[in-house]
Nanobody, 124 residues
Framework: QVQLVESGGGLVQAGGSLRLSCAASGRTFSSYVMGWFRQAPGKAREFVSAIRWSSGSTYYADSVKGRFTISRDNAKNTVYLQMNSLKPEDTAVYYC?????????????????WGQGTQVTVSS
């Protein structure tokens, strides 16, 4: 079965950096879009970034553009989210997700598979 396993979360001071990883297994993801979403307490899950596995095309939320970078390693079947210049408002649980169609890559309801999430806390 499909498994998405996130890692790399933690506690960091404002202005710091973290790199999240999402190891994917259970099927071939070459036609998928892989996304990162986040959810803060009391808020809806929101789109952060996505990458089209086949072409490498990337998409970002305005709030993270210029600070976060999404990438993939085909050999390791892993997607990364490099997060720089972190702000307290980036604090949330970050989820990796897989979308087999990729037409609405910003919409969490378009994604079929989800990881368990990893906590990112940015202190001021």
């Amino acid at each position: 079965q499909v498994q998405l396993v996130e890692s790399g979360g933690g506690l960091v001071q404002a202005g710091g950096s973290l790199r999240l990883s999402c190891a994917a297994s259970g099927r071939t993801f070459s036609s998928y879009v892989m996304g990162w979403f986040r959810q803060a307490p009391g808020k809806a899950r929101e789109f952060v970034s996505a990458i089209r596995w086949s072409s490498g095309s990337t998409y970002y939320a305005d709030s993270v553009k210029g600070r976060f970078t999404i990438s993939r390693d085909n050999a390791k079947n892993t997607v990364y989210l490099q997060m720089n210049s972190l702000k307290p408002e980036d604090t949330a649980v970050y989820y990796c997700a897989a979308d087999p169609y990729g037409t609405r890559w910003f919409d969490p309801y378009d994604y079929d598979y989800w990881g368990q999430g990893t906590q990112v806390t940015v202190s001021s």
